[in-house]
């Protein structure tokens, strides 16, 4: 255990340093204990790297504890107020009662297993996930506690960023998520040089953003989004009231990627892959709906994203139906001696999902004369934020149709019967 100078946290510095009233306003008769979390990012683009803070200010006698998953690899240089103990992969932080902040390095750039970057810092931007600049955290405190948190950026002269959070002054976000009691900045960000698009769409502020000079297409995005969001909408009820897309060219990895009310999609990628489906609505369909695979479930969790990229556009009419039906014929052809088995959906894999799942909108609408469909199964489902299963995804389907599909499962799926 190394235990560190135990520097005094005075809260009106704290408050001073944020330049407006306390963030900790809640109601007299509200009786949940919170904490105010500052959690600030300074980009240093000639080292491509970052130096993160996390500072507790008002309310910091409500946490005890929070153990810090890391990659040892980009996460470096650890230092703290209170009692800090670093442990390979993971770092534990025992704050002083009265407040104080935890402090580290971060190298910007990664690479992806197979090579393009995921994440990378130039002289004139940088572009990375939120969720590692600020790694996953367990939180110990006092019952129920939630902190009140907020993300401060400190840019080089002449950077501007784009963040899936609203702006309450420059450089400054409010972090807020009702599903967590521990907010933290997680999603794409892409801060420097960079175009930015803003418009509303389907109630949702959408930004479309990337460094300049790396041809991003900005307004195809956009106009694309413009069709077919309100499409997605109309599956879920609603949609996050803040989504971003950001996108930029080699040397980055040739893909799209879902975060957080946020997804990446390569410069070059096709807003319409040849197939007929959508990487972007593919990932944005994660993003929304925030489902995660189980042990034997990721056929499902992709096979819905790839599904919905076809149904989407085909209720937009951005495909038209004769398209719509030439794309699963070729997914059929693609689908021919793939298994659902296994823990990660190869591209067969998914495009036999896409036909089971097809299989299953059908079935649902036949049984329940078409008061039901696979739409009811995927809001229920984003509803529940819990790891998707194979089992889990019949139990989910039967209790948002009420219908009995084990038959179904049994016959296209090969399940060995009902269990959660």
């Not at 670093?86 to 971060?106: A, D, M, Q």
């Not at 400190?154 to 784009?162: T, V, Y």
């Not at 219908?403 to 019967?417: A, K, N, Q, S, Y």
Request: charge should be positive; include cysteine.
């Amino acid at each position: 255990m190394m235990k560190l100078t135990n520097l005094a946290f005075a809260c009106t510095g704290f408050l001073a340093m944020l330049g407006t009233s306390p963030l900790l306003a809640q109601p007299e008769d509200d009786a949940t204990p919170h904490y105010e979390m500052v959690f600030e990012a300074r980009i240093l683009p000639t080292e491509r790297i970052a130096r993160a803070r996390w500072t507790l200010g008002v309310g910091a006698r409500s946490v005890r504890e929070l153990k810090l998953q890391i990659d040892p690899e980009r996460h470096f240089d650890f230092r703290a107020d209170g009692e800090l103990r670093v442990e390979g992969s993971e770092v534990t932080w025992l704050p002083p009662k009265s407040g104080g902040s935890l402090r580290y390095g971060f190298r910007i750039d990664s690479i992806r297993k197979g090579g393009g970057y995921q994440a990378r810092g130039s002289e004139n931007w940088a572009l990375f996930r939120g969720d590692d600049l600020f790694p996953p955290a367990r939180s110990r405190t006092l019952r129920d506690a939630r902190s009140i948190s907020v993300l401060k950026l400190q840019l080089p002269r002449g950077w501007s960023a784009a963040v899936p959070y609203a702006r309450s002054r420059a450089n400054t976000y409010e972090i807020n998520d009702p599903l967590r009691r521990f907010d933290r900045p997680t999603g794409w960000m892409v801060v420097g040089k960079i175009g930015v698009l803003r418009e509303r769409v389907a109630g949702t502020r959408l930004a479309v953003a990337g460094p300049t000079g790396q041809g991003v297409r900005r307004q195809d995005m956009l106009a694309f989004l413009r069709w077919n969001l309100p499409e997605l909408r109309s599956i879920l009820t609603a949609l996050p009231d803040r989504l971003l897309v950001v996108s930029a060219g080699d040397p980055f990895w040739r893909g799209g990627l879902s975060g957080p009310r946020s997804a990446f999609l390569h410069a070059d990628r096709p807003l319409i892959a040849s197939d007929g489906t959508s990487p972007l609505l593919h990932e944005l369909f994660h993003s929304v709906t925030r489902t995660t695979s189980g042990a034997d479930g990721d056929w499902v969790v992709e096979g819905l994203a790839e599904f919905y990229s076809l149904e989407i556009m085909l209720r937009s009419r951005t495909l038209s139906r004769r398209r719509h039906e030439r794309s699963l014929a070729g997914l059929e052809q693609s689908a021919r001696g793939a298994s659902l088995a296994g823990a990660h959906s190869s591209g067969p894999a998914t495009a036999r999902a896409v036909m089971v799942l097809h299989a299953l909108d059908q079935h649902i609408r036949q049984q329940s004369k078409e008061e039901r469909s696979l739409d009811d199964v995927v809001a229920l489902l984003a509803a529940q934020l819990e790891p998707v299963t194979t089992a889990s995804f019949q139990a989910t389907a039967e209790e948002a149709t009420s219908l009995d599909l084990d038959p179904f499962f049994r016959r296209e799926v090969g399940t060995p019967g009902k269990r959660r």
